[in-house]
């Protein structure tokens, strides 16, 4: 079992930033996947950005050159850095752990607000 506690969400003006983080603990495999999806009211969960524990980054092209994803493999801990945000970021965010021949695991969501 994997448990994954997110912080770091909020109301933020455009043009505005935030920070993300999330902790994962448990059973953590040496090599993982961890990463942020976001799900928009009446859309479907999509990916932001993901990171493999060797440093390996995947970005959905909305969000290239605004956010950067980051880990630290000794606190088991990934984070997004989110600037220069716009209306269409808002969405309730996921923090998201998987690995090869274990299950996916999700934190319980934050809400990112993006408005004036």
């Known amino acids: 079992q994997v448990q994954l506690v997110e912080s770091g969400g909020g109301l933020v003006q455009p043009g505005g930033s935030l920070r993300l983080s999330c902790a994962a603990s448990?059973?953590?495999?040496?090599?993982?996947?961890m990463g942020w999806y976001r799900q928009a009211p009446g859309k479907r969960r999509e990916l932001a950005a993901t990171?493999?524990?060797?440093?390996?980054?995947t970005y959905a092209n909305s969000v290239k050159g605004r956010f950067t994803i980051s880990r630290d493999n000794a606190k088991n801990t990934v984070y997004l850095q989110m600037n220069n945000l716009k209306p269409e970021d808002t969405a309730v965010y996921y923090c998201y752990y998987s690995a090869p021949r274990a299950a996916d695991y999700w934190g319980q969501g934050t809400q990112v607000t993006v408005s004036s």
């Open positions: 448990g059973s953590i495999s040496s090599f993982n996947f």
């Open positions: 990171t493999t524990s060797d440093g390996s980054t």
